[in-house]
């Protein structure tokens, strides 16, 4: 062989050698920015978006979907407490186990990679259009237990196969489930510090970071934003009569019932001492009694057992004011404060009144 084609040869495999380093530094840098971004995340619902779309674009995949163990339904209620409907996050589910939804999950460590089936897979990719012709499924890990699976779809049936290495999938679950726990427990740490540690519903911080979020939504939508705040009538008389202990019963007691009638998209918190308040987007001041007085009626209706020889018949008196915000208001504190104080002269009216009814702001 002539020298002139030997180096011929060699700059082509040299070429080839070159392209193929270039594209597989592409793809480490786009893989370590996605990691970093993965790490950095703060809020629970970017990094579950991140995840999926974010997956979907760094790694040209017809879908990714993310199924997440919640068997006490932990992480669905961090969402609803930061306004976001977990329903509506898409491409994630959350699950009570995964067991049963694939055959792969039976026996789930690793990584598994092949051809996709509709009896099999089906589930896994509820929300695809598109005919899926292999899939990767990866485990989320975390101390040796299973805390989800990512899960990845492609047309090109040569994408995933068993013969396929996975190593580098594994190390992506391994990332995704550091970050998955990492931010449930941020999340779990705000919320702990914005949670009445008595009944579990919010506390007044939370209320007030809330408010202003929830003014500024009727604000661009024009929609009404109606308050109701609750006051458990002579309640000092339980804490003088029965204690301090029988008296924190009663409140959880009594916020469990109120709870049953709020809604997923209201916005509730304990507001100090024996007053509740709820917050209701666009609901109509007529909408508003009713649920007023389904409250009520759920306190008063019944006595509260408080243990085996204490049962007290106890009443709520509320007041409720509502407002749509005008498009030009610019102090959205001074407007929510202005709310408050609304349903305060509201629920005055009510004690006035009498007590155990439900009275409108004038």
């Not at 208001?329 to 349903?343: F, H, P, R, Y």
Request: with cysteine; aromatic share 6%; glycine share 6%.
């Amino acid at each position: 062989m002539q020298p002139e084609h030997e180096l011929s040869i060699l700059k082509r495999r040299l070429a080839v050698l070159t392209k193929a380093a270039v594209k597989n530094e592409t793809i480490l840098r786009r893989t370590r920015e996605r990691e970093m971004s993965l790490l950095e995340v703060e809020s629970l619902d970017a990094l579950l978006r991140l995840l999926v779309s974010g997956l979907v674009e760094s790694y040209g995949l017809e879908a990714v979907t993310l199924f997440i163990c919640d068997p006490l339904h932990e992480i669905r209620h961090l969402l609803l407490h930061d306004g976001i409907s977990p329903d509506r996050l898409t491409g994630v589910q959350f699950v009570d186990e995964l067991v049963g939804i694939a055959p792969q999950f039976e026996h789930y460590i690793r990584p598994w990679l092949g051809p996709f089936t509709v009896s099999d897979h089906a589930r896994l990719f509820p929300q695809t259009e598109v005919a899926l012709a292999s899939v990767a499924l990866i485990p989320l890990m975390r101390h040796k237990a299973l805390i989800g699976s990512l899960n990845f779809g492609s047309l090109d049936r040569t994408r995933f196969t068993p013969y396929h290495a996975a190593d580098f999938l594994d190390h992506i679950g391994t990332i995704a489930s550091f970050s998955l726990e990492n931010t449930i427990n941020r999340a779990k740490l705000i919320h702990s510090g914005l949670t009445d540690v008595l009944t579990g519903w919010h506390n007044r911080r939370y209320l007030q970071d809330r408010l202003c979020g929830e003014l500024a939504r009727a604000q661009r939508n024009q929609q009404p934003l109606t308050c109701l705040l609750l006051d458990i009538d002579h309640f000092k008389r339980v804490n003088d009569a029965h204690g301090h202990l029988v008296g924190d019963a009663v409140l959880r007691k009594i916020a469990q019932r109120v709870e049953v009638q709020v809604r997923a998209s209201d916005v509730a918190a304990r507001f100090g001492g024996e007053e509740f308040t709820v917050l209701l987007p666009n609901t109509k001041t007529s909408e508003a009694l009713d649920m007023a007085e389904r409250i009520r009626q759920s306190v008063a209706r019944t006595p509260i057992r408080v243990g085996d020889a204490c049962s007290l018949y106890m009443t709520l008196s509320i007041g409720i004011a509502s407002l749509i915000p005008d498009r030009e208001e610019a102090d959205l504190n001074s407007l929510g404060e202005g709310l408050l104080t609304q349903a305060d002269v509201a629920l005055y009216r009510a004690k006035s009144a009498g007590r155990n009814c439900v009275q409108l702001s004038v």
